[in-house]
Nanobody
Framework: QVQLVESGGGLVQPGGSLTLSCEYS????????MGWFRQAAGQQRVLVAR???????RYEDFGKGRFTISRDNAKNTIYLQMNSLQPEDTAVYYC????????????WGQGTQVIVSS
């Protein structure tokens, strides 16, 4: 099992920046990829960015050039640096971990709210 705890959400003005953190614990050696998803009110949860065990990254089009996913193995933490935020980025952001421990599994954090508004 993998446990995830997000932090760093909040209120930011349009054009501003925010960095989300996700600390992971548990069977961390079984993790092969982690990511950030977001879910706006009334919409489905969608992928924002993903990072694999060998540091390969992937971004959805809306985040390319604005968002950066990274990892600090010493702190068991992944980050999502978000720049040039716009009101449409308002959502609950969730950390995700894909792992394999005798079978495939997925863990989710509790989510952290990001509101972009003036």
């Amino acid at each position: 099992q993998v446990q995830l705890v997000e932090s760093g959400g909040g209120l930011v003005q349009p054009g501003g920046s925010l960095t989300l953190s996700c600390e992971y614990s548990g069977s961390i050696s079984t993790i092969y990829a982690m990511g950030w998803f977001r879910q706006a009110a009334g919409q489905q949860r969608v992928l924002v960015a993903r990072i694999t065990r060998n540091d390969s990254t992937r971004y959805e089009d809306f985040g390319k050039g604005r968002f950066t996913i990274s990892r600090d193995n010493a702190k068991n933490t992944i980050y999502l640096q978000m720049n040039s935020l716009q009101p449409e980025d308002t959502a609950v952001y969730y950390c995700n971990a894909d792992y394999f421990d005798r079978e495939f599994g997925v863990s989710w954090g509790q989510g952290t709210q990001v509101i972009v508004s003036s």
